[in-house]
Structures are given as structure tokens and as C-alpha cells.
């Protein structure tokens, strides 16, 4: 069974950059044909997609954020990553990882991310 | 890009009754549609795909329906833990891309 874990810093000061890696297991990243997403969700609100590894090695972003995120894949490890920069409070956020692009059947739990100074 | 409204935004309804959620794109989809239910505390949980399969181990009173701009997700005899928000969620082929509904809460009446 294939199993997601998100790891990253639970703090960034505003300006900064915010960078998680999803680790995947139970699964090659490498097959499948899969592609690999990060969604979030702000506090007590609904669910926003970030971007996705495309399999055929693209990347594919929310307009809203394509000039400040990068996802970026580590084949070797088993893991893809995000970076958001310029953060602000508004990129507060629980962050999943998640496997998919026109569904998403597999997601991480979740990490919790607070851009405070 | 497209806009996903969800309606109603809180449905309330008795345990063993029936709950339909409507999901309505702001343009043809077709039939690129998901649902997810989402607990407190916890990941979302795809229920639905393809506006009408049912994913890996989802029990048989979820059914999707629908297609190009209207979808439903139907619950025919709520239990317990089906009280929870639901999504839909659609894929763009070109540009690729996805977006979410804002969410139905089904909340015990």
C-alpha cells in the first residue's frame, strides 16, 4: 500500500521560502505513469491545488502561484519537494502531498504550515 | 479556469437517510470528475472519480452521477461517520489543471 509523508519547517517568517518534501513509499515514484501533487488547505477553509509533477517530467502550477512555486522530483530518493517563495500569512496552511493529477487516490496526512514573524 | 460551485453548502440530514450534494462547472468537464470526503483532522478521501466510479474500498451507498457541467453525489442511507465535508474536483486537460469546489457540509440533523 502506498503511503505519503510530508516533512518540512512548520514555521516561516514572512518573505521566506517554504519547502516541504513528500516522501513516498510502498511505490516507485519512477513508475506507474503517476503524477505527483501538492494541495492545500487554509485554516477552516476549502482545498487549493498547488501544482503537479507531470510523469512525463513536466510541472504544471496554479496560475495563482507560478511565479513563486517549483516542484521538483528526487527519483534516487523516492521523494518529491515543493518551494513556495515570497511567502505571506496568506500562505498559511495545512500542505498535503498527494499522488494523482485527475484524481488523487493516494494524500499524505498533512503538515501544517505557519508563515509568522 | 474552470469554477466548481458546490450546493447546498450545509445539508442536514438524519442518520439512514438519503443525501444528495450537486457539484456544478462552470464549464464542460466532462466526465473529469472527482469527490472526496474530508473528516476532521484528516486528509480528504477520494470517493468518486470519473464522475461515477467508486475508488478502492468505497462502500456501495456512494454513487456519482453526471456530466459535462452538472454532478451529484449521492448517499443513500447516511451512517455515522459519513457526516463530513465533501469536495468535487475537477481536471483540466489543456492547460492542465485542477480545482476544488468550495465544499458541502453534511451535518446529523
Known amino acids: 500500500q502506498m503511503e505519503l509523508q510530508e516533512s518540512g519547517s512548520g514555521l516561516v517568517k514572512p518573505s521566506q521560502t517554504l519547502s516541504l518534501t513528500c516522501a513516498v513509499s510502498g511505490g516507485s515514484i519512477s513508475r506507474g505513469g503517476y503524477s505527483w501533487s501538492w494541495i492545500r488547505q487554509p485554516p477552516g477553509k476549502g482545498l487549493e491545488w498547488i501544482g503537479f509533477f507531470y510523469h512525463g517530467g513536466t510541472t504544471y502550477y496554479n496560475p495563482s502561484l507560478k511565479s513563486r512555486v517549483s516542484i521538483s522530483v528526487d527519483k534516487s530518493k523516492n521523494l518529491f519537494s515543493l518551494n513556495l517563495t515570497s511567502v505571506t500569512a496568506a500562505d498559511t496552511a495545512v500542505y498535503y502531498c498527494a499522488r494523482g493529477q485527475v484524481q488523487f487516490d493516494s494524500w499524505g496526512q498533512g503538515t501544517l504550515v505557519t508563515v509568522s514573524s | 479556469e474552470i469554477v466548481l460551485t458546490q450546493f447546498p453548502a450545509t445539508l442536514s440530514v438524519s442518520p439512514g437517510e438519503r443525501a444528495t450534494l450537486s457539484c456544478r462547472a462552470s464549464?464542460?468537464?466532462?466526465?473529469?470528475l472527482a469527490w472526496y470526503q474530508q473528516t476532521p483532522g484528516q486528509a480528504p478521501r477520494l470517493l468518486i472519480y470519473g464522475a461515477s466510479t467508486r475508488a478502492t474500498a468505497v462502500p456501495g451507498r456512494f454513487s456519482g452521477s453526471g456530466s459535462e457541467t452538472e454532478f451529484r453525489l449521492t448517499i443513500s442511507s447516511l451512517q455515522s461517520e459519513d457526516f463530513a465535508v465533501y469536495y468535487c474536483q475537477q481536471y483540466d486537460n489543456w492547460p492542465p489543471g485542477v480545482t476544488f469546489g468550495g465544499g458541502t457540509i453534511v451535518e446529523i440533523k
Open positions: 464549464r464542460s468537464v466532462s466526465r473529469n
